[in-house]
């Protein structure tokens, strides 16, 4: 019998079995080589960064194109290696969401910046991706079982994340040394990602019942 739900033992060379394959999440990669393609081209940034003038004058590609480009590569390690790892931990247990929401949640995160934060004249980088994405992720898990107290520390973590930003003035994430010394952390990009999140597990929580 070969199905492809039933669980592939190695082969006699003890190698990974070709299902492996199957269950890297493609659609994640191909964005994080994407990304990877921007880093490597720092002359393509300024086409492609969050802008808000640009934006003004119809350049709408910047609402997705903008997540994709990183001020420096520490920049980039940290947003692209999260991403993959929500993509290996999304992709499969909810499809639906997960490649959804890389057409959708950029775009909802880039619209509130320019109707609501008009002093965001600059904005780039996947955080605020990844952001959304852990926050599904981490209601859905404590969804599954109300009692467990990982998921709900998760929550927390992010909230006091966003407090912390805020209080100091958008100079909160130090771990991270950006190449552009006037960047400053996006807290109101966290805050529509988290909107977001919210707004994609209360429509999942409701298709269920």
């Given at each position: 019998m070969n199905d492809a739900?039933?669980?592939a033992r190695p082969g006699p060379d003890g190698r990974?079995?070709?299902?492996?394959?199957?269950?890297?999440p493609w659609t994640y990669?191909?964005?994080g080589a994407a990304c990877l393609l921007i880093q490597c081209r720092p002359d393509w940034r300024g086409a492609l960064i969050y802008d808000r003038a640009a934006?003004?004058?119809g350049e709408w590609w910047r609402l997705w194109t903008g997540h994709g480009v990183h001020f420096g590569w520490p920049h980039f390690l940290a947003d692209g290696g999260l991403f993959v790892i929500m993509g290996w931990l999304l992709e499969r247990a909810?499809?639906?969401?997960?490649?959804?929401?890389?057409?959708?949640?950029?775009?909802?995160?880039?619209?509130?910046?320019?109707?609501f934060d008009p002093a965001m004249q600059r904005y780039?980088?996947?955080s605020a991706v990844d952001l959304g994405l852990l926050l599904y992720l981490a209601g859905q898990g404590w969804q599954r079982d109300w009692s467990d107290w990982f998921w709900p520390a998760v929550l927390v973590i992010y909230v006091g994340e966003v407090i912390f930003e805020t209080v100091q003035g958008g100079q909160g994430g130090g771990m991270i040394r950006f190449d552009d010394a006037g960047v400053?952390?996006?807290?109101?990009?966290?805050?529509?990602?988290?909107?977001?999140?919210?707004a994609a597990w209360?429509?999942?929580?409701?298709r269920r019942r």
């Open positions: 739900t039933s669980p990974p079995p070709r299902i492996f394959w199957r269950r890297l990669l191909a964005v934006l003004a004058r909810h499809p639906w969401f997960s490649r959804l929401a890389l057409v959708l949640m950029p775009l909802f995160i880039s619209g509130l910046l320019y109707r780039g980088g996947l400053k952390v996006a807290t109101s990009a966290h805050v529509a990602s988290a909107l977001y999140a919210a209360g429509i999942a929580w409701r």
